[in-house]
């Protein structure tokens, strides 16, 4: 199944020449565009053509240690004419985790098309896989460029600065508190809402606390001027006891008017907090047009 967040559509392919002299026809991208289907064919998105060896090349040849081959999957493809009048193959990709640390390492940020032109006897031309390279192949290809975002580093959390965004177009929140607590995420800045749910899940859990202690202080207040009432009229009590008696219940007293104190600023601070506008983001850093070198032989 494929992972969970979508690109917009990158341009993976260019009509004409390619750099080493191939041609890439107008028909063949119509072709792409007419046949490919996922469900019947779904084209994998590998390294350099390496196939099932692509996570031995990235760590082999990149320095890039990956949990996997295989770097996700081209969801659909679609055509357009870019500014120079070039007609472009472009394509939705689902990128997994092992693509965007690659990405991270920026290595492998180009496209290269693997193709079949006679697909299952049709005469007609398939997009059989897409391969990342150092290189782009064809020309006007787009340039992948993953930045991780401020919410989450987990992958379904990452955004690209050409247009990475999740299936959902707007991913389904976790709990506050779960997100707080994961030992996977690293700290998060909190939202309006965030600081809100705060306040008020800690007024809540504090008040019942705060109000049996109240109610306990109280009480022991009440029974210790009762007992000592009681011993002066038996005349049981004596002067030392309810001196005793009586600096209890004051130092009880100022414990409570402590207490009531830090309970109310601790209250006014959530409250602060709830009304403080989140910490807007970044904007996401502008991509590089790469080095010249040794371009792929592939499409």
Known sequence: MPGQLRTIPLAIAAAGLTVDGREIEEQDINDIVETYNPKKYGARINIDHYADWSGWKAEALSSV???GGMLGDVIEVST??????????????????SFVQLN???????????????????????LTGLAVTDYPASTYTSRAKFNKGADNTDVSFLRADLGLHSQSEK???????RNL??????????????KAEIGNAVAEALTPAFTQLTSSIKEFGKNNEQEA???????????ATNLELTE????????FDEQEEKFNALQNKFTELSSTEAAGTTE????????DGKYSNLL
């Open 248 to 255: 209890q219940l004051t130092q009880l007293n100022k414990k």
């Open 104 to 126: 991270q390492a920026d290595q492998h940020v180009y496209f290269s098309i693997e193709i079949d032109r006679n697909f299952m006897g049709t005469g007609k031309t398939y």
């Open 80 to 97: 357009g004419t870019n500014e120079d009048g070039v007609q472009v193959l472009k394509a939705v990709l689902a990128p997994n985790a």
């Open 171 to 177: 991913p389904a929140k976790k709990p506050f508190f």
């Open 181 to 194: 607590f994961s030992k996977d995420d690293e700290p998060m800045p909190l939202t309006k809402e965030d």
């Open 65 to 67: 240690k990956l949990t």
């Open 284 to 291: 996401a850093d502008d991509e590089h047009t790469g080095d």
């Open 229 to 239: 009432q009681g011993q002066q009229d038996e005349g049981q009590g004596s002067d």
